[in-house]
T-cell receptor, first 113, second 114 residues
Framework: GENVEQHPSTLSVQEGDSAVIKCTYS??????FPWYKQELGKRPQLIID?????GEKKDQRIAVTLNKTAKHFSLHITETQPEDSAVYFC????????????FGSGTRLQVQP | KAGVTQTPRYLIKTRGQQVTLSCSPI?????VSWYQQTPGQGLQFLFE???????NKGNFPGRFSGRQFSNSRSEMNVSTLELGDSALYLC?????????????FGNGTRLTVT
């Protein structure tokens, strides 16, 4: 089955700096890669996703890049703000319905004001 | 639109007991998936239901089961509870159609097994 590794497990940045979280996956058939943000005590919420036929996708301060050859994808957050502090999870799936996700272990991002 | 609703929010059970958790998806969403979240194992897929049928299943023992009703509401059941079943159980719904249909998670049910 799929295996997703995520690094780093914790990340501390100063407000205004950029943050990068990296994930690698094992199943070359995986074709959908979402990123979820989970604030303390709250539900995971989708922040951005990318399909395997796209190399990069941006949404305001957030971007995701995908390298299919190397089987890795990354989340980039620019101009970080204290409200970006949360745990971020990457995921991958080959499931055409995109519901059976394999998640990474999570990255705790702390943005220092 | 109301979000995904899970009940109860908290549950304390004893080893060997069984438990049933409930999930009401977003109105119009016909697919319901269940995930287990623990500090050690992270988020793990349990199963997915659509039109009252289990469509996909993760790598969990048979003690974990679920069902979906005609109104798309879903329940999951864990029998013969073990200490290791203590976790946050998350339900997620999504529309059936469309490739761009991400999962919408509920707030979860926190199960503690003593």
């Amino acid at each position: 089955g799929e295996n997703v590794e995520q690094h780093p497990s914790t990340l501390s940045v100063q407000e205004g700096d950029s943050a990068v979280i990296k994930c690698t996956y094992s199943d070359s058939a995986s074709n959908y890669f979402p990123w979820y943000k989970q604030e303390l005590g709250k539900r995971p919420q989708l922040i951005i996703d990318i399909r395997s036929n796209v190399g990069e996708k941006k949404d305001q301060r957030i971007a995701v890049t995908l390298n299919k050859t190397a089987k890795h994808f990354s989340l980039h957050i620019t101009e970080t703000q204290p409200e970006d502090s949360a745990v971020y999870f990457c995921a991958a799936t080959r499931d055409t319905g995109r519901r059976a996700l394999t998640f990474g272990s999570g990255t705790r991002l702390q943005v220092q004001p | 639109k109301a979000g995904v609703t899970q009940t109860p929010r908290y549950l304390i059970k004893t080893r060997g007991q069984q438990v049933t958790l409930s999930c009401s998806p977003i109105s119009g969403h016909r697919s319901v998936s269940w995930y287990q979240q623990t500090p050690g194992q992270g988020l793990q897929f349990l199963f997915e239901y659509f039109s009252e049928t289990q469509r996909n299943k993760g790598n969990f023992p048979g003690r974990f089961s679920g069902r979906q009703f005609s109104n798309s509401r879903s329940e999951m059941n864990v029998s013969t509870l073990e200490l290791g079943d203590s976790a946050l159980y998350l339900c997620a719904s999504s529309p059936e159609t469309g490739r761009n249909s991400p999962l919408h998670f509920g707030n979860g049910t926190r199960l503690t097994v003593t």
